[in-house]
T-cell receptor, first 114, second 114 residues
Framework: AQSVTQPDIHITVSEGASLELRCNYSYGATPYLFWYVQSPGQGLQLLLKYFSGDTLVQGIKGFEAEFKRSQSSFNLRKPSVHWSDAAEYFC????????????FGAGTRLAVHP | EAGVVQSPRYKIIEKKQPVAFWCNPISGHNTLYWYLQNLGQGPELLIR????????DSQLPKDRFSAERLKGVDSTLKIQPAELGDSAVYLCASSLGTANNEQFFGPGTRLTVL
């Protein structure tokens, strides 16, 4: 069965510092991969997605993610974090070629220090 | 364009009472999803509708949960009777289609069962 692991439950960074959130997936083939952000009291917003092609994908709000097949990873990065990036981040996987039945990780809560 | 609307945003009930959640998807979106998000976890799919047909309800606990999407637009998710373990956030999402289409999430309904 497909699964998603986000090893870090909480991460704290200083404003202006770089950020990397880890995501590992378990799936027999190349899945569709997603990163969502959830701010308090808000719904999930899609940051970026990978279906195929270039393994480095750009998203909204200055985020990017890199798909590494050999490591079954899809880590999210941002070169300089802003205080408004404090939120919960979810990695998700979906079956390729099928409908988007999303399997989510448990999330990583990001805190940003001024 | 209005996003996915959910109501109520918060609900507190006594155990064994019934409760219902309402979702209005983005106009024109024929696919509607209900997710359950437990505290500290990622969302888990409960049911997916294509228009008015429930095409994936394998994760819906049918002994106490029910859902409907009359006329293929708005949807209602019901729990009867509620149990303490049902305390969670219930998210609704919609998309234009299934495969490869972004799911747009509502803000959720936070249910507390006392």
């Amino acid at each position: 069965a497909q699964s998603v692991t986000q090893p870090d439950i909480h991460i704290t960074v200083s404003e202006g510092a770089s950020l990397e959130l880890r995501c590992n997936y378990s799936y027999g083939a190349t899945p569709y991969l997603f990163w969502y952000v959830q701010s308090p009291g808000q719904g999930l917003q899609l940051l970026l997605k990978y279906f195929s092609g270039d393994t480095l994908v750009q998203g909204i709000k200055g985020f990017e993610a890199e798909f590494k097949r050999s490591q079954s990873s899809f880590n999210l990065r941002k070169p300089s974090v802003h205080w408004s990036d404090a939120a919960e981040y979810f990695c998700a996987v979906a079956l390729s070629g099928g409908y988007n039945k999303l399997i989510f990780g448990a999330g990583t809560r990001l805190a940003v220090h001024p | 364009e209005a996003g996915v609307v959910q109501s109520p945003r918060y609900k507190i009930i006594e155990k064994k009472q019934p409760v219902a959640f309402w979702c209005n998807p983005i106009s024109g979106h024929n696919t509607l999803y209900w997710y359950l998000q437990n505290l500290g976890q990622g969302p888990e799919l409960l049911i997916r509708y294509e228009n008015e047909e429930a095409v994936d309800d394998s994760q819906l606990p049918k002994d106490r949960f029910s859902a409907e999407r009359l006329k293929g637009v708005d949807s209602t998710l019901k729990i009867q009777p509620a149990e303490l373990g049902d305390s969670a956030v219930y998210l609704c999402a919609s998309s234009l289609g299934t495969a490869n289409n972004e799911q747009f999430f509502g803000p959720g309904t936070r249910l507390t069962v006392l």
